[in-house]
């Protein structure tokens, strides 16, 4: 393997890498731009490296260039589990995390010498960030939606609220609580995957609960 290759393939996985950081960049999230290319790059050589090993080596020790690849694999989860945080009952940085273990694999796969791996892969998670995003929120407005009830914001009201949707199967995503407009009133906004069409329904119990004073989907 010549030094232009080695070059080549070390910039290569850090475009191919940084292309999938930018989009993490333009959401704002941790691991961004430069955090990929440091992903990438690294994956890549450490993959060099094991191949540098088998041709330095070779004839003397019996060496697999992939168990380095391998310790990056399951390494990275340490990485990824850093991007994801828990907030309130939602979720966030699942994609980051999984953005991050793909930028290694594919710099594993330039390092390798894989390139038309790692290129078609880089393709296919840009269209999964980028072209899929509008269609995700296109589900998220069919399956998604947030009740916002006014109450007197009691525990009991809360507990109600919380049956009531429990009942219909929709799980709650995240939910806040704020001051309502009128006195002694509080707003409860509850975030929602509906698992069935049944809004209307919902909201029905919704309004006859007794702490309920008013009730609508957003």
Known sequence: MSDLEVVVRLVLSAVLAGAIGSERE??????????????GVGSAIVMLTGLYMMDALSGR?????????????SGIGF????TILRFHASIRGLTTAASLWVAAGIGLAAGAGFLIGAATT???????????ARWERYLRREWYRALIVETRGTSDDLVALR????????????????PG???????????CRLLHQDEQDILSK???LEGTRRAHWA
């Open 26 to 39: 333009r959401h704002g999230r941790a691991a961004g731009f430069r955090t990929h290319i440091l992903v």
């Open 61 to 73: 020790v019996a060496i697999d260039p992939t168990r380095m690849g391998a310790q990056v694999v």
């Open 79 to 82: 990485l990824g589990a850093g």
């Open 122 to 132: 880089t393709l296919l998670v840009l269209v999964a960030l980028f072209g899929l």
């Open 163 to 178: 049956r009531v949707l429990a009942d219909h199967d929709a799980e709650i995503q995240n939910f806040e609580i704020r």
């Open 181 to 191: 407009e009128r006195p002694g009133a509080f707003l409860v906004e509850f975030h």
């Open 206 to 208: 919704t309004l006859q």
